[in-house]
């Protein structure tokens, strides 16, 4: 398995990029947020990639983050999910901000995305929303644990999406609900405000 490529941009497309690595040119699948992140041709770069094994094709796909590399595998084992529609849901933001919309059950977030319907919205969203805690890495994602109360989920949930401790005390001071997803959705607003 190709677990990074390192090397100089070669080629910067929309949807994909070339990176030159000891005089080989390696083809690249990238979402526009990784896009973002890829800086303009002679620059260097490292980028961690997923290969996909096919009948007829070798196909790699890069990522800014190991974060956004672990969404789209997740993604991916989402029925009615392949890879082009895991990367233009992932070039909708940030794994942060997507593993928000998950928490908040946001699924108009998901069907703006193009091949995205309802019903897969809200398959995504059922599916990924108890597996973002336990796969994505810490400061990316919502941990979830069954034992404690749902006002300290909440609270840990929020931390694990980067808000300091000061800020999530405040937004869950205003909050109401009576799941911990309740409570992460509702601070969210609260924040967007």
Do not use: W
């Amino acid at each position: 398995m190709i677990a990074l490529v390192s090397g100089r941009v070669a080629v910067r497309r929309s949807d994909h990029v070339v990176i030159e690595c000891g005089g080989v040119g390696y083809r690249l699948a990238v979402s526009g947020e990784t896009l973002r992140h890829v800086p303009a041709i002679g620059n260097e770069i490292l980028l961690h990639t997923h290969l996909a094994v096919r009948d007829d094709a070798l196909q790699l796909y890069g990522f800014a983050t190991e974060e956004e590399r672990e969404l789209f595998l997740l993604l991916l084992g989402v029925q009615s999910v392949g890879p082009k529609v895991a990367l233009a849901v992932l070039s909708a933001g940030p794994p942060r901000d997507l593993v928000a919309a998950l928490a908040a059950g946001d699924g108009a977030r998901f069907q703006a995305v193009p091949g995205i319907g309802k019903r897969t919205a809200e398959r995504i969203i059922v599916e990924l929303r108890e597996k973002v805690g336990v796969t994505l890495p810490v400061r990316s994602s919502i941990t979830v644990t069954r034992r404690d109360d749902p006002r300290s989920l909440a609270r840990e949930g929020l931390l694990g999406l980067g808000f300091a401790p000061v800020e999530a005390d405040e937004l869950l001071d205003g909050a109401t609900g009576d799941r911990a997803e309740d409570l992460i959705a509702c601070a969210l607003r609260n924040a967007r405000r």
